[in-house]
């Protein structure tokens, strides 16, 4: 008996595309789009600042930061932080630690007197416990971080002042496989380097651990508030390549 023979091509591309669009959606881990508010009023109430990832990682606005409109892509608010005591905190969350690869994006505003300011951090409220850091120096420069329990603090960045009074686009990514670490503004290589350290996974209980957007954890000793508006922040368990982040502003 003769058989029909079955072309699978189709349906392996299809397959392909199936679980290429459910790896990329896995690779993001939480999203803050900053969109669940009212332009010019406070950001309030405890879990408020919604992750659009669909894991549930909602933050919580201290210091009352401001909604503001912006028209960056896919976007219509952004917050507005004051350099003072303005961020937002995540609780922690196992999702949170990542320990091999990973990216971290955000949309940046910075003013004119922008001081030393976190952009992101997973820490707890010990000083130096850190286990990825992206902030801003007094001068306005790029560094990104990672803190490992059997290798310390390393650190990198480029000694060059991002502009101020304009949007811009900030990607650090680290992969684990090369151990290259790199920052990207709007999608451009700004600086690299090869990271002997991985981020640690566990922090203490009792210190308070978690997600900060423009400062650092309550109770940290070196709290770092950022000054300008941040927009999109969204972390990735994958070191995404450029053409996979979010679109320049």
């Not at 990207?184 to 203490?204: D, F, K, Q």
């Not at 009792?206 to 300008?228: A, K, M, T, W």
Request: charged share 20%.
């Amino acid at each position: 008996m003769a058989h029909a023979r079955i072309n699978l091509a189709p349906l392996v591309f299809a397959a392909a595309c199936i679980l290429g669009a459910a790896a990329t959606e896995a690779a993001t881990v939480a999203h803050y789009k900053f969109d669940s508010g009212t332009a010019d009023t406070k950001a309030r109430g405890k879990g408020s600042i919604l992750d659009s990832s669909g894991n549930g990682l909602n933050g919580t606005p201290y210091g009352a930061p401001v909604y503001k409109a912006v028209g960056n892509p896919d976007s219509t608010l952004a917050l507005r932080l004051d350099g003072t005591d303005a961020r937002v905190f995540v609780k922690d969350n196992p999702r949170l630690a990542l320990t091999h690869s990973l990216t971290i994006e955000a949309y940046l505003y910075l003013k004119d007197d922008a001081d030393e300011g976190i952009i992101v951090v997973r820490s707890d409220n010990r000083d130096v416990h850190d286990p990825y850091l992206l902030y801003l120096t007094a001068e306005s420069y790029l560094r990104f971080s990672i803190y490992g329990d059997r290798c310390g603090t390393y650190e990198f960045g480029r000694n060059a002042a991002l502009p101020h009074h304009q949007w811009l686009h900030v990607a650090a990514t680290l992969d684990d496989a090369s151990g290259w670490a790199t920052l990207y503004v709007n999608g451009a290589l700004w600086v690299n380097a090869v990271m002997p350290c991985r981020p640690a996974e566990m922090l203490a209980p009792e210190y308070n651990p978690g997600l900060g957007i423009g400062g650092s954890i309550v109770g940290s000793p070196s709290q770092r508030f950022f000054h300008g508006k941040i927009d999109e922040v969204r972390i990735s368990d994958v070191a995404l390549d450029p053409s996979e982040f979010l679109p320049p502003p």
